[in-house]
């Protein structure tokens, strides 16, 4: 335990040396209100090292230099999710926070903005002359309940459900109108000789996304915000119909065998290689989508659709999941006057070289380039940007405490493997919220 303990300390402190060595005001110049005085910053990433967010503000960062000589940007880059957080919860917990990093509007991040460490985006926006440039649906996807604004978004994508059209018709199956039909589609589609449904298993946030999909339409997006703090439960209606339809998925053998040790590009595969007849992932996955690559079979019959609606639904068949990715917050200790210089030269240029690399944009006003070579489906499935509504399905990995939501993703591989029941899981996740919500949400 010494030895661990020990480990972790000497980590901290190299990992906090390399950060204050390339980007701690206290090693400059204390700068006027007004100076700017180039240096050093970092910004600690959780993010693809070749995905267009890191390629554009790189060579942004790039540009920013020439004219600031004595500025660089420090990428900090650490793809795989759970050890990035550990390494944001280390360094926030020593006051080692860098200039920016990577961050969703979590509880975690709610501490942050308790403490005093995170600047107030939307202030800071509004100071910039930026925030009305922006999409109020990708703000909205950084706020926390309260509408307050601490992360900056570099995405806009909206998710969908992908299927093969040629897999629909040889099972004689057609596009699901309710969720209810999904679960009816697999019997046909497995005897047909495809996967019905592939899915990533292994990370845990996809199968929360189709838990989120029931509450969504039956009860609005402010469902979640009531269960996470107890005001509403598992085992009330909205809840028991979300439990029960995940149920369904499993007992429908709707999604990959082995499914829960197989991950992101797994998932992705066995839809593009033709094997499964549904995949459900946001735009960000054009690209591998439309590939001129993929075989014709796959590439001329790739459609889809957006969340199927249920009876009696609150929302409109318009509105459904619509994500602004990780956000970039900002550390309030070395916010000056060059990382404000810095961060009005990014944001003034990002959006428009991000359409030109063939994606939606946070701001409003800049239409994608469509990457040559990609079929007519790129196109429109962007033009869907233009029919969303107002309202948008939060994902639930950010709106849990960390505790329910580990064990959450861990409960819904049991139940739709068989290996639990509604009643199993329905219990043990009002158990965890009543024990653990109140510590971050009372």
Request: glycine share 8%; aromatic share 10%.
């Amino acid at each position: 335990m010494k030895k661990h303990l020990a480990a972790l300390a000497g980590a901290v402190t190299a990992l906090g040396l390399a950060l204050a060595g390339c980007s701690g005001p206290a090693a400059q110049p204390a700068p006027t209100a007004t100076e700017i005085v180039p240096r050093q910053i970092s910004w600690l990433l959780s993010r693809p090292a070749d995905g267009s967010v890191i390629t554009i503000v790189k060579k942004l960062a790039e540009e920013y230099a020439a004219t600031h000589p004595g500025f660089s940007l420090n990428l900090i880059t650490t793809p795989d999710r759970p050890s990035y957080l550990q390494k944001l919860q280390t360094l926030a917990a020593a006051n080692q926070l860098p200039e920016l990093f990577d961050t969703d509007a979590t509880p975690f991040t709610q501490k942050l903005v308790k403490q005093g460490k995170l600047v107030d985006v939307e202030a800071m926006l509004t100071d910039l002359g930026l925030l009305d440039k922006y999409r109020p649906l990708a703000l909205d996807y950084q706020r926390f309940d309260d509408k307050g604004l601490y992360m900056v978004p570099f995405e806009f994508e909206m998710e969908f459900f992908w299927y093969n059209k040629a897999l629909f018709e040889k099972a004689g199956v057609g596009v699901p109108k309710t969720l209810d039909d999904i679960a009816t589609l697999c019997k046909p589609l497995r005897d047909s000789g495809v996967i019905p449904i592939s899915v990533d298993g292994q990370d845990g946030w996809p199968l929360l996304r189709y838990m989120s999909y029931y509450p969504f339409r039956v009860a609005g997006p402010d469902y979640i915000d009531q269960l996470k703090r107890g005001d509403a439960k598992m085992g009330d209606e909205v809840g028991s119909k979300a439990v029960n339809w995940m149920a369904s998925l499993g007992s429908s053998d709707c999604f990959q065998d082995g499914f829960s040790s197989q991950g992101y590009t797994d998932a992705r595969d066995l839809f593009t290689s033709g094997k499964s007849a549904m995949y459900q992932i946001g735009t960000w996955e054009l690209a591998s989508l439309t590939s001129k690559d993929l075989p014709a079979d796959v590439r001329d019959n790739v459609d889809f659709f957006t969340l199927p609606t249920v009876d009696g639904a609150v929302t409109a068949d318009n509105e459904y999941t619509v994500v602004s990715g990780i956000g970039m917050a900002v550390s309030k200790q070395t916010y000056d006057p060059l990382m404000k210089d810095f961060l009005k030269f990014v944001l003034d240029r990002y959006s428009e070289r991000l359409a030109q690399s063939g994606h939606l944009t946070p701001m409003k006003g800049y239409e994608p380039t469509i990457p040559a070579g990609s079929s007519e489906l790129y196109k429109r499935a962007l033009a869907e940007v233009d029919n969303l509504g107002d309202r948008i399905a939060f994902p639930w990995d950010t709106k849990l405490d960390p505790t329910t939501n580990t064990l959450m993703q861990q409960e819904l591989t049991l139940l739709v493997q068989g290996d639990s029941t509604p009643e199993a899981f329905t219990q043990k996740i009002d158990a965890s919220i009543a024990e653990n919500g109140p510590k971050f949400f009372g």
